[in-house]
């Protein structure tokens, strides 16, 4: 975070799942989930400015059909009566791509709206807020390493690795989150207990490793590339990949950012955008979910 002449610039974090598992559907037509969030080394810029109604706009050449900060401000003007904020988003996480770029750009905004107007909101209403934008929103509240249960506002946060790297990649084609949803079937589901056990590996600080998607068997019968990205990340990696959310970026666990680089390389000659980042501890502002 920096501020300028009341520029507030921030930079939002992407996130990994870890390990995201699905326990079942709820009533309410939301899947019931059990997942390990970790906030990465790759993020979105964003600037916000007091301004008298709000503004948005998106640097670049970049189309946002559900413009996830425009509203999150829109949310905080109704819920706070703010009087509006001026901002723009340097889009550098990928779009539709299972890293939070658009939940973490939305947690931003309210956390910079908190900021802006010095509101004394407390967690819970801002958690409230975060959810009726996005599954994934709340978690960025917290940042760092977590727990996240329920639809995705239920979060405990967990010790923060030492020292975590991931290998990432991208094949390049957008994924719907809702479509890989409603293709789930109850063979699908699972107890929870791999990402419980993950959980508990980092809270005693074991080294890095990853759990399981229940999201990936259903995104790579949908989307056959992606199964070829992964078997490729795991023959330059030599270990496991996962896919993080609905996809379609996957990733694996490196021992550092040298070893890291060189598959970069190799997984860029495939024409994949790639990535090495590390494990983060913090949400992008100060947020009255962590103290
Ligand atoms: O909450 P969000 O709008 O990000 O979710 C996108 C879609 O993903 C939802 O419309 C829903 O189909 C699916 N979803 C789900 N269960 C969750 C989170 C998301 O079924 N816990």
């Known amino acids: 975070m920096s501020a300028t002449s009341d520029v507030l610039t921030v930079h939002a974090p992407a996130k990994l799942n870890l390990s995201l598992e699905v326990l079942g559907k709820r009533p309410d037509g939301y899947h019931e989930l059990v997942s390990v969030m970790q906030t990465v080394s790759l993020y979105d810029t964003l600037n916000f400015q007091p301004h008298a109604c709000i503004q948005t706009t998106t640097l670049g050449e970049v189309n946002l059909p559900n413009d996830l900060v425009d509203r999150a401000l829109t949310l905080a003007q109704e819920w706070w009566h703010i009087p509006g904020v001026r901002s723009t988003l340097q889009k550098i996480i990928p779009v539709a791509a299972g890293l939070g770029g658009g939940s973490s750009d939305a947690a931003a905004a309210l956390l910079a709206t908190r900021h802006l107007f010095a509101l004394s909101t407390p967690c819970t209403e801002f958690i409230e807020a975060a959810a009726a934008l996005g599954s994934d929103v709340p978690f960025f509240l917290f ?87 992964i078997r490729r990340l795991e023959d330059v990696s030599g270990a496991p990949a996962l896919l993080s959310g609905s996809g379609p970026t996957v990733f694996t666990v490196v021992s550092g950012p040298d070893v890291g680089n060189q598959g970069r390389s190799r997984m860029e000659r495939y024409g994949y955008w790639s990535r090495v980042v590390t494990a983060v501890p913090s949400p992008a502002l100060p947020s009255p979910c962590r103290s």
């Open 143 to 229: 940042a760092g390493t977590a727990l996240v249960e329920g639809r995705g506002e239920r979060i405990t946060p967990i010790r923060h690795p030492d020292s975590a790297w991931y290998l990432l990649v991208n094949p390049g084609f957008p994924i719907s989150t809702a479509d890989v949803f409603s293709a789930l079937e109850p063979e699908d589901w699972s107890s929870g207990h791999v990402t419980h056990s993950l959980a508990s590996a980092v809270i005693i600080g074991e080294e890095p490793r990853l759990g399981v998607n229940s999201l990936q068997p259903v995104a790579t019968r949908l989307y056959p590339d992606l199964a070829r990205c």
